[in-house]
């Protein structure tokens, strides 16, 4: 009878064991498919924004912004740092500089400073800078932006050419980031 009773009690417990291991692997399973899911949709999630001056849908998916994010930005870009006068270009490099990256701010905060101490003491000066093309190349994460840029002291134009800028961007936590920001010659490409 003990015997019995023993054998019964061991095939329960058999069971038992044989039940909670499948529990075991099919909760692993569903935890290692809840992973993948959750990185799958972290990576194709969209973050809709609209900066200051950006007139269009702008659309990031993960971390790669779209064509369309990067066009606006390059006109604001060019905005803050091209088109300034003695009144305003302080106010308006002191905006562009928060868009820098922090290893190259240092850097830029004194080119631009020194510009906008020249352009205060020469008094009433205007730099103005249409863009006519933008060129992104999202491999090497440069931007090429191709316009006219005038120069006036007053009422009288002091240059009128053709000119071409570099930014070279990276793209951190959804946010633009400026590495670089350059004039260049017509023979350089982006």
């Avoid at 491999?139 to 070279?168: F, H, M, N, P």
Wanted: hydrophobic letters at 40%; proline letters at 2%; charged letters at 20%.
């Amino acid at each position: 009878m003990k015997l019995e009773k023993f054998l019964s009690e061991f095939g329960n417990v058999k069971a038992e064991n044989k039940l909670l291991k499948w529990t075991i692997v099919v909760l692993a399973c569903a935890v290692v498919l809840s992973l993948y899911f959750t990185n799958k949709a972290f990576h194709q999630e969209k973050i809709i924004l609209v900066p200051p001056q950006i007139h269009s849908r702008i659309v990031i998916y993960g971390s790669k912004p779209s064509k369309t994010y990067l066009e606006e930005f390059t006109r604001y870009v060019c905005d803050l740092a091209l088109n300034y006068s003695s009144a305003t270009a302080r106010s308006q490099f002191a905006e562009l500089l928060t868009l820098f990256t922090p290893n190259t701010f240092k850097m830029y905060q004194k080119s631009f400073y020194n510009l906008a101490d020249r352009v205060e003491a020469a008094g009433n000066i205007a730099h103005m800078f249409y863009i006519s093309k933008v060129k992104i190349n999202l491999q090497k994460k440069t931007i090429t932006v191709t316009g006219r840029e005038l120069l006036y002291s007053g009422t009288s134009k002091l240059s009128d050419s053709a000119s071409k800028y570099l930014i070279k961007y990276e793209f951190k936590n959804g946010r633009f980031y400026i590495v670089d920001f350059k004039r260049i010659t017509g023979g350089e490409n982006a």
